[in-house]
């Protein structure tokens, strides 16, 4: 039977599931008898590696083949997912090197611990088999077990770039570069460490934290750099600085400022919040400057130039202590973390509500919008005939209003520049 029978089959016995208590009944008794074909007979601990397996098939942020499943799962033999993948014909099957399911009556029937939790008397062994997933608990395996393939696998000019003098566009085997030295499975951790955290896992992330911290961090922005994601990183960092701060009523800021130390009663999380900050900072500092076009530079411009006196910027450099160096000579020297230019002055910026966007107005008559971890322009909002003096996102994000010296307040699609309204004002 072809995939596409099996689905068809699949669509026509759930289609009235909703509604039809005899049909769920019939659905969680196939779906029984495929998982008992499946793993009955194993041996308790080849069954849990296998039940771990067919776990994280379904809970990871993106579908992945068997061997990323099975080195995700963190499995003494990664090809047993392959088997586990053919044993579980009937409701899984292989596209583009992507494991799928035929129906998602299959994840909602393993994700409900009542329908996936069953016996059959009719076996000499009437034992209850329980293989519900346990979706958050999965989550926070799997948000380990890409800290330790970061930990294993990350590096230093991973991809062997041979000079700073070129820029990445210019390396003549770029593309093979990264195929050969950033496989699927650091691929998948580097971009979904963050998606799979659960909530309640914070006490035994704040280690791992740490340590990635120590300079793994360095190599993750240089590859997600590499993979053309370092939009993400100011964002993934951010997200992570909110695992690690006690839950409970303590609201967060902006995503780009710091939390004072006293709004915070945990001294430990609180560190470790400013620290995550400040990598999400420098993340920035260096995706939306020319360095990011040449990835080396991660380390031989933008690290050097990194003035700042905290114990993350020493520890950082105390790594690399034959880059070049530069000395303060007076002052407090602030650095910018991005820049971004009009050709004429800019008299209002704003954030977006979560922090990835800035929108800008100037005397050149435009409104722009940027990204606020890269410096990338998004998206030019042009229609004013004179200075525009305001600017600010609506609440969700959508939409972009402006008022200008030429006596009308405009209102924009952020995402697509186009005008929505206009509120025209009376002369004099």
Known sequence: MTPDEQLRMLAQLVDHMSTNTDTLLLIDTLYQQILWGAFSGLPDALFRDRLKILHTLLCTEERVSASVAGRLSDVADVQMAKVVVNELHAVLYVKDDQVLWYHTSFPDFMFAQERSRFSFPQVTDSRIVDMSCDEPAHHARLTHSCFSIMKSDLRFNI?????????????????????????????????????????DDHDSLRTKIAE?????????????????????????????????????????????????????????????????????????????????????????SSLTTWLRDSTMSQMWKSQFSRGPSFKQIRGDHTVPLLTVQHKDWVRSVAFSGDGTRIVSGSDDNSVRVWDASTGAELTRLNGHTDYVNSVAFSSDGTRVVSGSYDKSVRVWDASTGVELMRLNGRAG
């Not at 820029?167 to 093979?176: I, K």
């Not at 053309?228 to 997200?239: D, V």
């Not at 999400?280 to 939306?288: E, I, L």
Request: hydrophobic share 45%.
């Open 159 to 199: 991809c062997d770039l041979p000079s700073s003098f070129l820029l990445d566009s210019e390396v003549p085997d770029f593309n093979h570069r990264i195929q050969k030295n950033i496989g699927n499975i650091l691929q998948y951790s580097c971009q979904y460490w963050v998606q799979q955290a659960a909530p």
């Open 212 to 300: 990635f911290l120590h300079v793994q961090v360095l190599f993750w922005i240089e590859v997600m750099n590499l993979l053309g994601s370092r939009a993400q990183c100011n964002i993934l960092l951010q997200n992570a600085r909110e695992w690690v701060l006690p839950m409970g009523n303590l609201m967060l800021p902006h995503r780009l400022e710091l939390i004072p130390v006293h709004q915070v009663k945990n001294k430990g999380s609180s560190d470790l919040a400013l620290h995550l900050t400040e990598a999400a900072n420098f993340a920035t500092y260096f995706g939306a400057s020319p360095a990011a076009q040449s990835t080396p530079h991660i380390y031989i």
